[in-house]
């Protein structure tokens, strides 16, 4: 399937969605959300500790775009050597946890390795 999955959302609220996702997976070092969502938000994730890895201004500029809340971005470039230094990528793992009760949606669990 080529291209990104629309998760039912127009374009601005997907990345809004997503953007926000990203900042609570960073803060928190994981998120329960549906499997769908996590393979989704996983790769931005990835790129944002790649950017953080970088640890120049510009970078922090770019990871700012998907990072709303300055701390969380801050406190990331601040630990991004110390932890993700000897790790070319990988840097997120997702593991199926169940069914969602309700809806029957497959829930996972996206961590940070």
């Known amino acids: 399937m080529p291209g990104t999955r629309k998760l039912g959302r127009v374009t601005q609220h997907r ?6 996702m990203v900042t609570d997976l960073l ?7 549906t499997v769908t969502r996590a393979h989704e938000v996983a790769p931005l994730a990835e790129k944002v500790i790649t950017l953080a890895k970088q640890g120049d201004l510009a970078s922090y500029r770019k990871a700012l775009t998907m990072v709303k809340v300055e701390d969380v971005a801050k406190k990331l470039f601040d630990d991004a050597e110390h932890r993700f230094g000897d790790r070319d990528g990988g840097y997120t793992r997702i593991t199926r946890v169940g ?3 309700g809806d029957a949606a497959e829930v996972a ?5």
Do not use: F
């Open 15 to 20: 990345m809004s969605m997503l953007n926000g």
């Open 27 to 33: 803060r928190d070092g994981k998120l329960k959300t």
């Open 99 to 101: 069914i969602r009760r």
């Open 109 to 113: 669990l996206l961590e940070i390795v």
